[in-house]
């Protein structure tokens, strides 16, 4: 007799997952998906508590950065400028050139002084950033190149150090593709440390599923690495340093994954993220107020930012 029961209630717990679902998705898409929550994390990822679609200039946004309360400092990976976009819409209300066309990757704010990572290696420290007549830009030379594709960079202040991640080789001047490295440069000395500062292996990700085995989760990532046969999965498209917790967050567009590190460079967690929700995952930020912002690229749909509420 209880049956019957069970399955209206399953038919009506699922009717009214897919109605919240589709209430506070993306509105660009609908989707039966979402990304899978995790506890070790203080974020509802399948539940942005802001979403907005950003304009055809920034189909291929590839970092961000947040200032004050003000704006999103937005990047894209085929113009010199930055983009500054209005919280809670997308509008662009500035576009501010700093150097000439090519692949620019992520931003980093450090004070008020910008820094920008092309996917060759090299550096661009912008002052003056918010005044177009008074902007300065100078190159900072790393030994990364094209091989490594950096897209990823961040802020350490403890060390007062830009740290680099790279999405392809993590050696310097030869393929390594078995494991993903972040480099520094430190800002006192303007010194690029040659040696990786850490770096995220294969055999480490295969260690972790281990211990997440008969998960859903465990699915989802473990086909993944297979796609990715000798070579390691994540491929950093942006990192960032939670303000508050210190761990590092890895964001992987190849494989949609969100890796997150301690502060002793153990994987904490790895997250895939629903690929309906986030098209291109690119870039990464957090505000003053540790909320959480991922910006997506346009493929078929609008390029995307996605707010998420610090979950204190």
């Not at 961000?64 to 937005?74: E, L, Q, T």
């Not at 820094?115 to 030379?141: E, P, Q, S």
């Not at 990786?196 to 055999?203: D, G, N, V």
């Amino acid at each position: 007799m209880m049956k019957p029961i069970h399955h209206v209630l399953l038919v009506v717990a699922c009717s009214i997952s897919l109605l919240l679902f589709t209430a506070c998705g993306p509105s660009t898409t609908t989707t039966t998906t979402i990304t899978m929550q995790d506890s070790l994390i203080p974020y509802h990822l399948g539940s942005p508590s802001e979403q907005f679609e950003l304009p055809n200039k920034l189909r291929e946004i590839s970092g961000i950065a947040c200032y004050k309360k003000r704006y999103i400092v937005g990047i894209q990976d085929e113009k010199g400028s930055l983009f500054l976009i209005k919280p809670n819409t997308g509008e662009i209300t500035e576009k501010i050139d700093f150097s000439a066309d090519g692949d620019y990757e992520d931003l980093a704010l450090v004070g008020e002084v910008m820094y920008a990572i092309r996917a060759d290696g090299v550096l661009f420290r912008i002052t003056n950033w918010k005044n177009k007549n008074k902007i300065d830009t100078k190159v900072l030379d790393t030994n990364l190149g094209e091989l490594n594709d950096t897209e990823g960079l961040t802020y350490h202040a403890e060390t007062n150090s830009l740290w680099i991640a790279c999405k392809a080789s993590a050696a310097i001047g030869e393929k390594e593709h078995e494991e993903r490295a972040v480099y520094q440069y430190q800002l006192d000395s303007n010194y690029f440390d040659t040696k990786p500062l850490f770096s995220i292996s294969r055999k480490q990700l295969k260690e972790y599923l281990k211990t997440i085995k008969g998960t859903e989760r465990y699915d989802a990532i473990k086909k993944e690495v297979k796609k990715a046969k000798k070579e390691m999965v994540i491929r950093p498209s942006a990192i960032e340093i939670h303000p508050i917790t210190e761990d590092i967050y890895i964001l992987s567009a190849i494989g949609n994954l969100l890796l997150v590190l301690d502060s002793n460079y153990q994987i904490k967690t790895c997250i895939p993220l629903s690929s309906k929700q986030f098209e291109q995952p690119e870039g990464l930020a957090f505000d003053g107020q540790s909320n959480l912002y991922i910006s997506s690229e346009g493929r078929k749909e609008k390029a995307m930012i996605y707010k998420f509420d610090y979950i204190k």
